[in-house]
Nanobody, 119 residues
Framework: QVQLVESGGGLVQAGGSLRLSCAASRSILSFIAMGWYRQAPGKERELVAFITIGGSTNYEDSVKGRFTISRDSDKNTVFLQMNSLKSEDTAVYYC?????????????WGQGTQVTVSS
C-alpha cells in the first residue's frame, strides 16, 4: 500500500518561511501528480500546489510567488517551500498523490501536518 508522510510543519511568524516534506513509500514518479492540499478550520480543503510526473508545477493563486513545490525523486520526497507566510496560510497541510489520469481525484493521502502562522 502507498504511504505518504508529511513533516516540517510548525509555528512560524508572519513573513517567515517553512519547508514541508512528503515522504512516499514508493517512487513518486509512479504517480501522474503529487500535490499539496491544505484545510483551515471551518474551510474546505483546497489544492495549494501540484507537480506532475513531467515536472510541471501549478499553484493556487493565493500562494503564487510565495510557495514552491519541488521533488527529490531519488528520495521519493516532495517538498513545499513556503515563504512570506501569512496568517491566512494557517492550516493542516496534506500531501496527496494521483495515480492515473483515469482517476477523478487524488488517490492517496498523508496524515497532515499543522502549519500555524502567528501575526
Amino acid at each position: 500500500q502507498v504511504q505518504l508522510v508529511e513533516s516540517g510543519g510548525g509555528l512560524v511568524q508572519a513573513g517567515g518561511s517553512l519547508r514541508l516534506s512528503c515522504a512516499a513509500s514508493r517512487s513518486i514518479l509512479s504517480f501522474i501528480a503529487m500535490g499539496w492540499y491544505r484545510q483551515a478550520p471551518g474551510k474546505e480543503r483546497e489544492l495549494v500546489a501540484f507537480i506532475t510526473i513531467g515536472g510541471s508545477t501549478n499553484y493556487e493563486d493565493s500562494v503564487k510567488g510565495r510557495f514552491t513545490i519541488s521533488r527529490d525523486s531519488d528520495k521519493n520526497t516532495v517538498f513545499l517551500q513556503m515563504n512570506s507566510l501569512k496568517s491566512e496560510d494557517t492550516a493542516v497541510y496534506y500531501c496527496a498523490a494521483r495515480r492515473s489520469l483515469l482517476t477523478a481525484t487524488y488517490d492517496y493521502w498523508g496524515q497532515g501536518t499543522q502549519v500555524t502562522v502567528s501575526s
